[in-house]
């Protein structure tokens, strides 16, 4: 069954330091989310992505977040210069159709440590 | 404000149990609400439910939706250990259209 992958699992950095997590949506799937869950934390949206463009975002998703598509396969969050409360699973996910009218399918999160 | 509120925060009963969570919400463009169940980390889809009223069923999961009083329920019958797990409800709708607002989750522990 296809499935949505996330690189690393576990990812450790220093605060101030930029971090890119790794996403590789189900291939034929058009839209693409990454969501954020703070330990002990409600899942929290950060933003979608559609047609290589933001669709929508959250306040969390300030200028420190990018995201890309940078070829056919991967999408990718960026955190540009890592705060400790940046500290959180990493959860990307990606639908066919848009919007909710089909399941969002979940990758396996990337944990985030920032020191 | 947008928010999903779950009850209770947590649950312990024992194998065979019944349990009943509950979702409620207020959402602006309300569009459908979800039900995840989260183990040890990426949530799995349960349901999704768009009209009141109509119950959807998975083996021993059941869920419906009340859009008049603005709130889900999600039943688990003979509950098993393997049950034991936080459940999340979401809601899309909000000012945009693709977002998720997500309950913080009810930690359901079941005791063999």
Known sequence: EPEVTQTPSHQVTQMGQEVILRCVPISNHLYFYWYRQILGQKVEFLVSFYNN???????????????ERPDGS???????STKLEDSAMYFCAS???????DTQYFGPGTRLTVL | ???????????????GDT????????????????????????????????SSGIEKKSGRLSSILDKKELFSILNITATQTGDSAVYLCAVEGGPG????????????IIKP
């Open chain 1, 53 to 67: 463009e933001i669709s929508e975002k959250s306040e969390i998703f300030d200028d420190q977040f990018s995201v």
């Open chain 2, 97 to 108: 259209n693709y977002q998720l607002i997500w309950g913080a989750g009810t930690k359901l």
């Open chain 2, 1 to 15: 404000e947008d928010k999903v509120v779950q009850s209770p925060l947590s649950l312990v009963v024992h194998e």
């Open chain 1, 95 to 101: 639908s066919e159709r848009r919007g909710l009218t």
């Open chain 1, 74 to 80: 991967n999408f990718t969050l960026k955190i540009r």
């Open chain 2, 19 to 50: 349990v009943t969570l509950n979702c409620s919400y207020e959402v602006t463009n309300f569009r459908s609400l979800l039900w995840y169940k989260q183990e040890k980390k990426a949530p799995t889809f349960l349901f999704m439910l768009t």
